[in-house]
């Protein structure tokens, strides 16, 4: 992007423990990944400012689950069975959504909108995709976000505005720790050295990357020829 990216995160990590807990420094929960899910339970993030937010509201037991079963445990062995009670649910739940889903996994450009219009009259047009695509972002690493603005605002995970945090912090402003809301577009702080990578074009260059491949060439010299031709594809890119 050609201007520095706003970035307003959120903090969305949940973790659980197996047994009795011990302080952090001795065991960490597994992370729970994918669906922010039904059976997960709350636990503070890697980042101080997201331990200031209340537990998540997904916990059966009212408040901190760790306050729950601390120390005790039957207690601990309720809250094992009502993760595996809930992940049995939401794998049943999945389940049967697969059997009804299409399968496949489409490029933008070779959506099958008309197989979804005749199937489910749902219109899928070039400008919802293209929308999607270009509200889309992709940070260094595995990353993702999206545009919440014309003007650069992006929306992801805590962890991925992390650094930026830090470096915007100070001896009298610990963004870290105490959070930071901008109330007027002026007062937002900007990510100089963030970097957000949007798909704007697909294009196909299947051709020339086979182009002077000969049909019978070894495995190995056709490959290394096939990367030749990448190389200068890429090269050629703005």
Request: proline letters at 6%; glycine letters at 8%; one cysteine or more.
């Amino acid at each position: 992007m050609a201007s520095p990216c706003c970035v307003m995160a959120m903090c969305e990590v949940s973790y659980t423990y197996y047994g009795t807990p011990k302080p952090r420094s001795q065991e960490r929960g597994r992370p729970i990944i994918s669906i922010n899910s039904l059976f997960s339970m709350p636990y503070e993030s890697e980042h101080e400012s997201c331990q200031k937010f209340p537990p998540s509201p997904i916990s059966s037991f009212g408040g901190d689950w760790r306050e729950y079963g601390e120390g005790d445990p039957d207690k601990m062995a309720m809250i094992r069975f009502a993760v595996k009670r809930r992940a049995l649910i939401l794998f049943s739940l999945l389940s049967a959504v697969a059997l009804r889903a299409d399968d496949g996994i489409w490029l933008f450009n070779r959506f099958p909108s008309e197989a979804v219009q005749q199937k489910y009259g749902f219109q899928v047009t070039n400008q919802f995709l293209d929308k999607l695509r270009l509200g889309s972002v992709k940070f260094v690493g595995v990353a993702s976000g999206s545009f919440v603005s014309p003007k650069g605002l992006l929306f992801t995970n805590h962890h991925v505005a992390s650094e930026c945090i830090q470096q915007l912090s100070s001896k009298g402003n610990d963004y870290m720790g105490n959070g930071y809301i901008a109330a007027s577009e002026a007062e937002e702080k900007k990510c100089p050295n963030l970097e957000a990578d949007v798909l704007l074009s697909i294009v196909d260059v299947t051709s020339r990357v086979r182009e002077g491949v000969p049909a019978d060439a070894a495995t190995a010299d056709a490959g290394k020829a096939r990367r030749a031709n990448m190389a200068r594809i890429e090269k050629k890119c703005p």
